[in-house]
């Protein structure tokens, strides 16, 4: 089959690989029908150091079961499933509790057989991972619904986390997909005003349509200048930043409020992030955020989409097929696509 693969930052080349095979009894193999490039894989692009064996890549798919392994019970064979971008079981504690991406059993789709880059992956812990799609969906829907096994739910999932709520005032720091995703879910909770940190005129204006009442331009000090202006100098009641560079999480701590939260979902850049007087501890700030929960909000998102109370999928503004996928990392890393389908 054919795979993406990585060899160093820049040097992205679709090869033939083995096909993957179901070797345990809770795997299911699945042929990919729509995947995508994420924001979280320019990060390698930008990076990754000479890799002479290669780093396969891709964690969002829709695709259609093929096999199933002996111990999988909630999926059959031409089932259309979305693959979130973790595995998990949904059996063990940390399940339960809904945190999923931290899971005892499971892991990250990255690398070789489970990158969703590729015209074939393998599902690993199947039953607690995979969702069924049901059966006769337009396919017209399938950009919206490939956006829950990442993108929009991480967003989702930063305004969660925040507790953006009726009444609330949120900042989202970014305007990629994952920040446009945070801004149509903080207006799907309710949230009051919504102020979008980005000066992208296409994506902004995207993030108008998806809610946000306010857009700044400015970046730094101007930046929450602006902020504190349109606040009335009170600052944001929730912060969701969507970048994961450390500008991004200066720029929250100056704009929270006094007793607001800071949810971070953009991959962090750094190790050490400033929490001391002047960032958090002074204002009594929370510090939230992490790898989006995405199984655990997957059922729930599902009839939204179906029922057109979101569409999410307007975040993609290309379309390629795998053969092009080298096209879809750069137009995405000079931010001539904001994010790019691909079709296998």
Same mark, same amino acid.
């Given at each position: 089959? &054919?795979? $993406? ?13 083995? @096909?993957? =095979? ?26 990754? /150091?000479?890799?002479?064996? /290669? !780093? ?13 392994? @002996? ?6 064979? /031409? ?16 399940? !339960? ?43 017209? #829907? ?19 986390? *925040? ?14 997909? =994952? ?7 903080? &207006?799907? #909770? ?13 994506? $902004? ?17 101007? *930046? ?7 606040? /009335? ?6 912060? #969701? ?25 953009? =991959? ?13 501890? *002074? &204002?009594?700030?929370? #510090? ?19 029922? *057109? ?20 990392? !750069? ?7 904001? &994010? ?5």
């Amino acid at each position: 089959m &054919k795979a $993406t693969v990585m060899y160093g930052a820049g040097d992205v080349r679709v090869e033939e690989v083995p @096909d993957p =095979v179901v070797q345990k009894p809770t795997e299911a193999l699945i042929r990919v029908t729509y995947a995508c490039v994420c924001g979280s894989d320019l990060h390698p692009y930008h990076d990754l /150091g000479d890799t002479p064996e /290669g !780093r396969r890549m891709g964690h969002e798919a829709i695709g259609v079961v093929e096999e199933i392994g @002996d111990d999988v019970r909630t999926l059959s064979v /031409g089932d259309t499933v979305i693959v979130p971008f973790a595995w998990s079981d949904g059996t063990c504690p940390f399940c !339960r509790d809904g945190i999923t991406t931290s899971c005892v059993h499971g892991g990250f789709f990255d690398g070789a057989p489970s990158a969703t880059q590729a015209e074939k992956l393998i599902v690993p812990e199947a039953d607690g991972t995979a969702v069924k799609v049901p059966a006769g969906t337009d396919e017209a #829907l399938m950009p919206s619904l490939l956006t829950l096994s990442d993108v929009y739910l991480t967003g989702y999932h930063a305004a969660v986390q *925040g507790q953006v709520g009726p009444g609330k005032t949120v900042t989202v720091i970014g305007d990629g997909a =994952v920040g446009l995703s945070a801004v149509l879910a903080s &207006k799907q #909770l309710g949230a009051e005003t919504i102020i979008l940190m980005g000066r992208h005129t296409a994506r $902004t204006d995207l993030g108008r349509e998806f809610g946000a009442t306010h857009v700044v331009a400015e970046r730094g000090d101007e *930046g929450v200048a602006k902020v504190m202006e349109i606040t /009335g100098g009170e600052g944001s009641h929730v912060v #969701l930043e969507a970048v994961g560079h450390m500008p991004a999480y200066e720029q929250a701590y100056g704009i929270v409020r006094p007793g607001g939260t800071i949810s971070r979902v953009g =991959v962090p850049q750094y190790e050490e992030a400033p929490v001391g007087f002047t960032s958090l501890f *002074g &204002k009594n700030a929370t #510090l939230t955020g992490g790898p989006a929960t995405v199984r655990a909000y997957l059922e729930a998102a599902i009839p939204q989409v179906l029922d *057109g109370t979101i569409d999410p999928g307007r975040v993609f503004d290309r379309e390629l097929p795998l053969s092009e996928i080298a096209e879809g990392y !750069r137009l995405m890393d000079s931010r001539e696509a904001l &994010k790019v389908l691909i079709r296998p």
